[in-house]
T-cell receptor
Framework: AQSVTQPDIHITVSEGASLELRCNYS??????LFWYVQSPGQGLQLLLK??????LVQGIKGFEAEFKRSQSSFNLRKPSVHWSDAAEYFC????????????FGTGTKLQVIP | EAGVTQSPTHLIKTRGQQATLRCSPI?????VYWYQQALGLGLQFLLW???????NRGNFPPRFSGRQFPNYSSELNVNALELEDSALYLC???????????????FGPGTRLTVL
């Protein structure tokens, strides 16, 4: 069974600073990887996804993530954070093989200070 | 294109009652997923429906059940409500997985269920 670890429960960054949110996964084959963002009281919005190909994936809102098989990681990055990026971020891994279950990490809450 | 919709937005029930939550997927999507997001517990997978059939369920008791209708909309029923059922219930939809991969799930805004 696959699993996802987001080691940082809460991160605070200053507006304009760079951001990196960590995600480590466990899965025996090539995973399907996702990053979602959730604003308070809202559903999840897809930021980006990796299925295959280029290991650097570009998403919406200026986010990118890099798949590193050797480190079993899929970290999310943004070069300059905006106050509106304050939200909770979830990394997720899918098993593939027609098996649709997606496992989500426990989330990282991002606080942006002026 | 309309996204995933859920109703109601908020639902308040008392212990022992039944709750019914509804979800309409994105047009063209045949798979619907239900998740429970309780405070401090992250997203817990509840149920997956595809083409009207229950394909998989998470580690939840049988009082959590649902169905998918011919138009691919879905209903989640929670019987004999307990206080710990209070949570945000999220519905997601995706295309059917015909390639053997994992299709992207698109989420609705959720239904906030409060059990008193």
């Amino acid at each position: 069974a696959q699993s996802v670890t987001q080691p940082d429960i809460h991160i605070t960054v200053s507006e304009g600073a760079s951001l990196e949110l960590r995600c480590n996964y466990s899965y025996g084959a090539t995973p399907y990887l996702f990053w979602y963002v959730q604003s308070p009281g809202q559903g999840l919005q897809l930021l980006l996804k990796y299925f295959s190909g280029d290991t650097l994936v570009q998403g919406i809102k200026g986010f990118e993530a890099e798949f590193k098989r050797s480190q079993s990681s899929f970290n999310l990055r943004k070069p300059s954070v905006h106050w509106s990026d304050a939200a909770e971020y979830f990394c997720a891994v899918g098993a593939g093989g027609g098996y649709q279950k997606v496992t989500f990490g426990t989330g990282t809450k991002l606080q942006v200070i002026p | 294109e309309a996204g995933v919709t859920q109703s109601p937005t908020h639902l308040i029930k008392t212990r022992g009652q039944q709750a019914t939550l509804r979800c309409s997927p994105i047009s063209g999507h045949t798979s619907v997923y239900w998740y429970q997001q309780a405070l401090g517990l992250g997203l817990q997978f509840l149920l997956w429906y595809d083409e009207g059939e229950e394909r998989n369920r998470g580690n939840f008791p049988p009082r959590f059940s649902g169905r998918q209708f011919p138009n691919y909309s879905s209903e989640l029923n929670v019987n004999a409500l307990e206080l710990e059922d209070s949570a945000l219930y999220l519905c997601a939809s995706s295309l059917a997985s015909s390639s053997g991969g994992t299709d992207t799930q698109y989420f609705g805004p959720g239904t906030r269920l409060t059990v008193l």
